[in-house]
Every structure is written in C-alpha cells, then in structure tokens.
C-alpha cells in the first residue's frame, strides 16, 4: 500500500492540478493527503480528474482577511484497495480507520496540518498528544505538513529553529510512542526557493508511527519526491511493494504522426522541405516526410514520458545542490521547461485514447490514459482459434492465423451463379441516375472528403491521421488529389495505397 502526502499550496492553479496527476499516475497511491489546497469546496472538474479512482473526504479553507485563503484539507481514497471510514475532522486534521481490502487489516491513520505562524507551533504537539489520548491503542500512523523541526540539523539558512519548540517536539513524540519513518531522498522537504544567502530549508514534511503499526508494517520506505508546483515536497510511504506483470516482447513499432508536433510552427517547415526534396511516387513522398517528420520531432520533444522522467530527475538534482549553490534561477527555468513538456504530454494521451467525442479544451491527462490503456487492453489478441480448432497463443501462430484467414475472405469464389442471379434481378438504376454515378470524381470533392475526416480517428497504413492532411495540405494537397483522382477516374492501380510496411526511423 502506498499513502502520499503533499502541501500542494493551492489546487486552484492548473499547473498544480497538472503536478497532482502526474504525481498519482507515477506513483499510484492508495491514499492521498493534500493541504493548504486553499479551496472551499472541490469544483467538478476537480472531481472528474480522479473520480474514476478515488473517494473524496474535503475540509474547506479559512478565510485571511485581506491575505486571502489559507489552509484547506482533501483526502483521496482508492475504493478497489481500502476502506477509508472518517471518525473525526477539524481545520488541522483529518482521523480514520483504514481497512485493507485485500487482507482486511485494520489501523489508524491520521493526516495533520501543522500551525504554520511561529507562536502557534506548540498547538501542534498539542494537538497530537490529544490525538494520541483519544485512541492510544491502536496501531497509528500520523503524516503530513506538521511545520516542526526535531533537530538543528534539519533546517539549512535563517534563523536557528527554537530550542523550546524542538524539544517539545521530540518530547511529544516519545510521550505519544511515535517514531520517524525516516526517509529517502533530499532531507529538507521544504524550500522558500530565495537565492543565496536567503536561501531557507527544512524537513517540515513526515511520517511517524507507533511500534504497534511498525510491528503490523515491518517493511517501509518513505520516499521525498520531486518538488513541483510547491514550495513542499510531495512524501510518499510505501509500506507493501508487489512485482507488476510481465509483458510479452514485441516487434518494432511503426511510426507515427504526432499532433504535439503541431505546437511547433517549425514542423510547417520541415513537411515542405521534405516535400520539395522528395522524388518518387505520392506515397513514397508521404513516407520519406513522415520520416523526416519524426527525425526531427524526436529531437525536439523527446519520447515525452521518458523527456519528462529526464526533466524530473534534473530538477530533482538541482534542488538536491542548491544551497551548495545557487540555482534557484535554473530551478525556475526547469520548471517552466516541465511544464511545457507535460502540457504535451495531454496531448499525446489525447491522441492515444482517440475519445474524439471529448472536448478539446479537456485538460484530464488521467482520463485519456485510462482511454489509451483501455484500448491497447482492448486490441490485444492473447489467443485464437485457428479453422481446425488449434488453438494458438504465441505471437507467430496468431499472426499467421489471421492472415489466412483474410486470404480466404478475399479471395474470389466460384462465379458460376452469378449470371443466372442478375437475370432474376429487376434494375433498380436509371439511365439518369447511371450517369449521375459514372460522372468523374472532381479535386473538390477530394478535398470536402480529406476535411470530413476526424483529425484524429486512427491512422492509415502510411501512419498519417487526417490532422497531418489537414495542416499540411497547401503542401501536399496537389499530389494527393492527383493520386486520389487517377484511382478513381482512371482505373488506377490502388494496389500500393494498402502497402503495410511502415517507414522506419
């Protein structure tokens, strides 16, 4: 199981809501625990952007007089894997009882915001001596924002923390049997991200347990994650690790258009010049520029997932060295550089999913991945009954299986009734509407077809949706209608329009 906690410092940014989903499709917590989301109550998109995972449990922000809203607590369950049943709440905190479903072991799990202003601290630790007191039994584990410090070590820049506020702090903990969970990663979790000597850091961020739920959980790990979109880091415990399934190996896959392309207005360019330098038929040209196409898009954008792993653990290794030096400014311009990457990235799930009744303007990158998946699931052949009854499951039995079976359907039968059906067949065409139907298809028409296509309904052979015809038709438009009108109108060969074989890299 995994439980995530995160002082995301406002859920009204769509970049921060844009950071929560790639955080949850990376690591696939169980139970999510967000503060300071500065909300007072949880809007619908919201709602749509994990309702198809989650429950909600939501705490309505304070208002700060003129500074505005402060404070504001949601909890994200997961249905499939616990039961999340509430017992008590207010602005700091969250309690529940957690039941495991795949077991149906039970604990107590409490998500605390701590009191931010320096002389509300020691309300904290009373508050969790209270907590404690109210069910001092069971087995507990207590996370979130608390805004304390157990150490002079754990805090880089300004003032040296309160000495009577760190020792209340650890002596609460001993009093309430809570232990650190420790942790991986940058050990400051918290930045005011100020250059040089103003420069602050601390370990605010953690999870703590009772020897009851460590002995429940002997194995754990609480991961600092990268931070993004906050001044806080994301705190991740994982405290029940399973192996995936594995996945069969798979040939080279064709290359495609990509619609992210677009957002380049070089990508004009480079379809023109691969166009104009081009020799051969129609579609040799449309592959040689898919090619083109695609040697540079990969250059310049990268295979997003990995381009935004990559941008991740940069920017992961530049909050780890600031402080040893000053970054903060590269730290902002990878943060804007991740930000372009992963607004991509809605539209490179977009185009997977093919979910074309969806608005554009939807920003749900966690919808069109469950689209994406649910149509890769659904496309996949694990097994199939050959015309003797064999049954074959490996790549090389079902492949040939399907291909003789779309010889036989397309191979000409016997004739021989033909004739003797269509002397029995009254004609049901006039000489008008024969004329009608024999007249020559027009470059207009070719056109009207190419523009009533869905820009991205799946793609043909060549590995081109129609968006690519769209964009790029000034260019290319002349050929392909040539192509198009010598099929239809001069009995042209379309032999080569079905060719299968995908231009490679």
């Known amino acids: 199981m995994k439980l995530m906690a995160w002082n995301c410092q406002g859920l009204g940014n769509p970049r921060t809501v844009r950071a929560l989903r790639k955080l949850i499709a990376n690591n696939?917590?169980?139970?999510?625990?967000?503060?300071?989301?500065?909300?007072?109550?949880?809007?619908?998109?919201?709602?749509?952007?994990?309702?198809?995972?989650?429950?909600?449990?939501?705490?309505?922000?304070?208002?700060?007089?003129?500074?505005?809203?402060?404070?504001?607590?949601?909890?994200?369950?997961?249905?499939?894997?616990?039961?999340?049943?509430?017992?008590?709440?207010?602005?700091?905190?969250?309690?529940?009882?957690?039941?495991?479903?795949?077991?149906?072991?039970?604990?107590?799990?409490?998500g605390v915001y701590g009191y931010p202003k320096h002389q509300h601290k020691h309300l904290t630790c009373d508050l969790l001596t209270t907590l404690h007191n109210a069910s001092a039994n069971n087995k507990w584990l207590l996370f979130g924002d608390l805004n304390l410090t157990s150490s002079n070590n754990e805090k880089f820049g300004g003032n040296p923390p309160d000495n009577n506020i760190t020792t209340l702090f650890r002596s609460t903990l001993t009093l309430c049997d809570l232990q650190d969970l420790g942790y991986k990663g940058d050990i400051f979790t918290w930045t005011n991200k100020q250059q040089s000597q103003h420069l602050i850091k601390a370990r605010l961020?953690?999870?703590?347990?009772?020897?009851?739920?460590?002995n429940l959980f002997p194995v754990f790990c609480n991961y600092h994650l990268l931070r993004y979109s906050s001044d806080h880091m994301p705190i991740l415990l994982d405290f029940n690790t399973f192996s995936g399934p594995t996945t069969k190996e798979r040939g080279p896959k064709p290359i495609r258009y990509e619609q992210i392309w677009t957002r380049d207005p070089l990508h004009h360019q480079i379809v023109k010049d691969a166009w104009q330098k081009n020799r051969g038929t129609t579609i040799k040209k449309l592959n040689?520029?898919?090619?083109?196409?695609?040697?540079?898009?990969?250059?310049?954008?990268?295979?997003?997932?990995?381009?935004?792993?990559?941008?991740?653990?940069?920017?992961?290794?530049?909050?780890?060295?600031?402080?040893?030096?000053?970054?903060?400014?590269?730290?902002?311009?990878?943060?804007?550089?991740?930000?372009?990457?992963?607004?991509?990235?809605?539209?490179?799930?977009?185009?997977?999913?093919?979910?074309?009744?969806?608005?554009?303007?939807?920003?749900?990158?966690?919808?069109?991945?469950?689209?994406?998946?649910?149509?890769?699931?659904?496309?996949?052949?694990?097994?199939?009954?050959?015309?003797?009854?064999?049954?074959?499951?490996?790549?090389?039995?079902?492949e040939k299986v399907l291909v003789d079976h779309f010889k036989t359907l397309f191979t000409k039968q016997d004739v021989q009734a033909i004739p003797d059906t269509i002397r029995v067949v009254k004609d049901k065409i006039n000489t008008d509407m024969y004329q009608e139907l024999n007249r020559h298809y027009t470059k207009e028409e070719v056109f009207q077809a190419i523009k009533d296509m869905k820009a991205l309904a799946a793609p043909g052979p060549d590995g081109l949706p129609a968006i690519f015809y769209h964009t790029h038709w000034e260019v290319i438009g002349k050929e392909v209608t040539d192509m198009v009108l010598n099929v239809l109108n001069n009995n042209g060969d379309p032999s080569h329009l079905n060719n299968t074989s995908s231009p490679k890299p």
């Open 205 to 214: 961020d953690r999870f703590l347990a009772n020897s009851a739920w460590k």
């Open 288 to 398: 040689d520029t898919l090619s083109s196409l695609h040697k540079w898009g990969t250059n310049r954008f990268g295979i997003i997932p990995k381009r935004i792993k990559t941008l991740q653990t940069e920017l992961q290794v530049m909050n780890d060295q600031n402080g040893i030096e000053d970054l903060t400014f590269q730290i902002k311009e990878k943060e804007r550089e991740l930000d372009n990457i992963m607004e991509c990235e809605e539209t490179w799930w977009k185009q997977r999913s093919r979910e074309l009744w969806l608005k554009h303007g939807d920003k749900n990158t966690k919808y069109f991945h469950m689209k994406a998946n649910i149509r890769r699931n659904k496309n996949k052949i694990e097994k199939i009954t050959d015309y003797h009854g064999h049954t074959h499951t490996d790549d090389g039995g079902i």
């Open 28 to 110: 696939k917590p169980d139970i999510i625990f967000l503060m300071e989301t500065k909300l007072h109550n949880i809007s619908p998109q919201f709602k749509n952007n994990f309702a198809a995972s989650y429950s909600f449990y939501h705490v309505d922000c304070t208002l700060n007089g003129d500074k505005g809203r402060s404070g504001g607590l949601i909890l994200l369950w997961n249905n499939y894997s616990c039961n999340v049943d509430i017992k008590d709440v207010d602005f700091n905190y969250i309690d529940m009882l957690v039941t495991n479903l795949s077991n149906s072991v039970q604990w107590r799990a409490t």
